[in-house]
Structure formats: C-alpha cells, structure tokens
C-alpha cells in the first residue's frame, strides 16, 4: 500500500540502530516501490560530515546490513540519492537553521525519529518547536528505554507532552512490529474458534518464552544499568502478555486496542519474590575469550544486574483469575526462540481405556524463528493397535499456507515506520501504557535492590538458572522446551 510523501528525519542518524535496522528497513521498502518518488530521508547527527559522506555511510550499512542485499543492488542508486544530511547539535543552536531550511515549504508528512540517547529526548523536542517544526503535522518517533523507572517515564511523558500531542508521539516497541504478533491478533479476533475458551476455565496456564543466544556483546554499559527486567519484561514481554490476554477491542484503532491493553497491565498482579527467578550467564567453558561471563562483559566483577528473569504472575479480572502467566526471557541461553504458549486444560473426563494416554491442546505462537502458530490436536494414533491417543500439530505456518508471498517477511522496524507514516499508532505504545508498566515493574526491581538480591549464576547455552525450572516444578508443569 503506498504512503503519503513524507520528509522522515532520523537523529542519531549515523548511530548503530539507523545502520543496523532503520536505513537497511527503508531501503526495503524502497525496493518493494512503497516510498513516494519525492520522499526524502535525513539523517541528522552531531558529526561532521557532508551530503556525499553520508550518503557512502548508509551504501556501507546496506551492503552489510541487508541481507537481501544482491537482489536489490540495482536499485541501491536510487535510494541513495533519496538521503540529506545535517551535522547537528542536539543541545545547541548547530545545524538547526540548515534542517530548517530543507524541510520548510514542503507539503509532506514530517516525521522525526529519535534515536539517540533518552537523555537528549526533551532538547531535541525543545529545539523543535523553536524551529517552528513541532507544527499540528509533525510525528515524533522514540525509542525504548522509555525511562528506568515509573517516576522517570512520567519526566519524560511529561516533557514531550509540552510540545507534542499524544497523537504525534509513536513510542515504538519493535515487538509489536513482529508479524506474528499482528497475527495472534488475527487468530484471536478473526476466528469463532479460540475466543469462547480463551479464559480460565478451558486455559491452564500460559507462557512467554523469549529467549536469546547472544549476550550482552558491546552494549555492556547500557545493559548492566537496566537488566532483562527493564531491557525485556517491562516492554516487550509485557505487551505480548497483553495481546494475549487482553479482551476484544470494539475497534482495531488505536486507542480501542490500548484502552485494553492498558486494563491488563492495570489488572496484573504483583510479583512475590517467591515467584522469580534471577540469572546472571556464566562463561562458555573452554571458550571463555570469545564467549565471557556476564560480569565480565559488563567489565564489573561484582555486577548485580541479572540477564536472565521468569516470574509468576496472575491478572486479577473475570477471566483470567486462577490462570498463571510464565514468563522468561534471558540471554546466552540454549537456543534463539520468542515463543507464547497456551496450555489448555485436560478434558474434564476420559471416555478412553486409561493406557490411551491423556492429552492437553497446546497453542504455540512462534514469533522467531520460523514465524508461525501450532495447534496441538489430539487424534487416534494409526494403525491396528487399539485406541491409543497422539498429538499432532495443526501447523499455521505462514510460509508452508500462504505460498511465496507469505513467506515475505517485513523486518519489524519497516513495518513500524511505514505506520508513522500512515498515522497509525495502533502498534505504538501509548504514554498511560508506559507508565503502568513501569508501575508494576518498579516494586519487583525496588525489592531486589532492599534486599541486595544476587542473581543465580547459570551456564552459558543453558535454560537459565535450576529457580527457573523450581518455579514451574512447584506448580506440577514445566516450561515449554523452546529450541
Ligand atoms: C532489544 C533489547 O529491545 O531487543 C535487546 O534491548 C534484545 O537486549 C533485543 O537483544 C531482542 O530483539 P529481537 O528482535 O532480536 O528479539
């Protein structure tokens, strides 16, 4: 579907996210003819550099970023010449009558990405509107982390709100970018089949696994300030809990679908610190120089962040009391695997001999790799031996069911760009949001913090710390194996 033209600004535009995610992303679209003929992409950062320097900057980052690289070379040219650049200074008065100067008298849509620091957040919207660029049409897009803390997203929502309204600012989470993740909403909304038993009565338990096989590689810095708490639960792993358990929207808009995401935040539990676990990787044996230890990543032999959580929560509403919600989410573990798993209940009586076997339907919700949604279906094993009971998948696959063209997947960050083009913020997070999230996440750090908690050491390609597995063991289940 093609946009609108539109003037897309990125600060922090020579930063590793511009090279690594948002150039390479729309460059895609580019290739697949969704931006505009007079479309322009600025890049704006503090170093010095003219057009043409950019310009080769970005040729570099597409041809190492792009995996598709070769097959779309020939179009590399006319990207390209699609890109500006500005040396600018966030802080100060440079570069901002140049920026000025390209983007006025154009009749576009104007978006500003800030991917810089969260620090700079409030001098980049100031500098903004001084510029007379925070006009009614301007969209602000901004990355996590979105605070450290509730007191310091409210700062931060309260800064932004000075200057743009809540309908210009797109707080990306690239999570909700995923495809499956706009699929489990399809499943769920557009099927008679799965809503009806959506609930405690019919659902044992479910669980969000996301786990990574990379540690905290050179983001060390930023890593040991946050941990997989702030970096992951408080905003990828809570806005899956979310669409999985919120109630159906009205409306897919925006504010209808995060009117009910924010009524499960609000709704969660808090956590007792009995029902945590907290991990921090040990080095790789053998291998320490090239896989390290957490602590030593990190450069702090004493570090108490964790890179490894799961926890136990509940939602206390009408349908989801008495179902527990799993949720883990660490690095350096065995395998790279984002998967949500809903565990029905048994079937209240079996009608069969006992040795048939007892089996539960399970919903597998694969975000990557291999995209796709699993149900697990129990039927008559074949064969002459009697009645005998097997599960076997009904498999959603997107590649295998759609062809070629469900096989084409967008990166998340092109699809979320596309849609701050098109004004839709439904897979935005929205400021309430934020700060319910950090509400309930607060009390979990702010207790780890009272009572000096260190993090289980595990091994690195590991499930994480043994707490992880005692968590389920207690309650009789046992996490989904996720490789
Ligand atoms: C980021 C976190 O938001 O998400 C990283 O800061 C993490 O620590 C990354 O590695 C995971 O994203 P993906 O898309 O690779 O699962």
Redesign the pocket.
């Given at each position: 579907i093609p946009v609108d033209p539109f003037d897309l600004v990125i600060f922090g535009g020579t930063g590793d996210l511009a090279r690594r995610k948002i150039l390479p992303g729309l460059f895609r679209r580019f290739c697949a003819g969704q931006m505009p003929e007079n479309a322009r992409v600025i890049g704006a950062a503090r170093t010095e550099m003219d057009r043409a320097g950019y310009q080769q900057m970005i040729r570099e980052a597409i041809a190492e970023f792009n995996g598709d690289f070769e097959h779309e070379k020939a179009q590399l040219d006319g990207f390209i010449d699609r890109l500006e650049y500005v040396a600018i200074d966030a802080k100060g008065e440079d570069g901002w009558a140049e920026l000025q100067k390209l983007m006025a008298g154009t009749e576009r849509v104007e978006a500003y990405y800030f991917s810089v620091s969260p620090a700079l957040f409030g001098d980049l919207a100031e500098r903004l509107q001084q510029w007379g660029m925070a006009d009614a049409q301007s969209r602000i897009v901004v990355e996590?982390p979105f605070g450290r803390d509730l007191k310091t997203a409210q700062a931060l929502n309260a800064t932004l709100a000075k200057y743009f309204d809540e309908s210009q600012i797109y707080r990306i989470d690239?999570?909700l970018g995923?495809e499956t993740v706009q699929n489990l909403m399809a499943v769920r909304f557009g099927n008679m089949l799965f809503e009806p038993l959506w609930n405690s009565q019919y659902v044992d338990h479910i669980q969000i696994t996301?786990a990574?096989t990379?540690g905290?590689g050179g983001?060390g810095e930023y890593?040991d300030k946050s941990g997989a708490m702030r970096?992951?639960v408080q905003?990828?792993l809570m806005q899956l809990l979310c669409l999985i358990a919120m109630e159906p929207p009205a409306r897919f808009d925006p504010d209808a679908v995060r009117d009910e995401k924010l009524k499960v935040i609000r709704a969660l539990d808090p956590v007792l610190p009995h029902h945590i676990a907290r991990g921090q990787y040990q080095a790789e044996p053998c291998n320490e120089a090239e896989q390290p230890g957490y602590r030593t990543a990190v450069g702090d032999p004493r570090s108490r962040t964790e890179s490894f959580v799961a926890l136990k929560t509940h939602i206390s509403n009408w349908r989801w009391a008495g179902t527990p919600f799993y949720l883990r989410t660490g690095?350096r573990m065995a395998a790279r695997s984002?998967e949500i798993t809903v565990v029905f209940k048994e079937t209240p009586h079996s009608i069969f001999a006992e040795d048939a076997g007892r089996h539960r339907n399970v919903l597998s919700i694969r975000?990557?790799p291999n995209e796709g949604i699993t149900l697990g279906v129990t039927i008559k094993e074949p064969g002459p031996g009697g009645m005998r009971l097997v599960d076997v998948p009904l498999d959603m696959t997107f590649a295998d069911a759609l062809g070629p063209e469900g096989a084409e997947q967008v990166d998340?960050y092109e699809r979320l760009i596309m849609d701050v083009i098109r004004g839709n913020q439904t897979l935005f997070m929205r400021g309430d949001e934020v700060e319910a999230a950090w509400a309930w996440t607060d009390p979990i750090i702010q207790g780890w913090e009272a009572r000096n908690d260190v993090p289980k050491p595990y091994d690195s390609g590991s499930d994480g710390p043994t707490d992880a597995n005692e968590l389920m063991r207690r309650d009789q289940r046992q996490w989904r194996e996720y490789s």
């Open positions: 996590k690239h999570y995923k996301v990574e990379v905290v983001r890593y970096d992951m905003n990828h690095k984002s975000l990557q998340a």
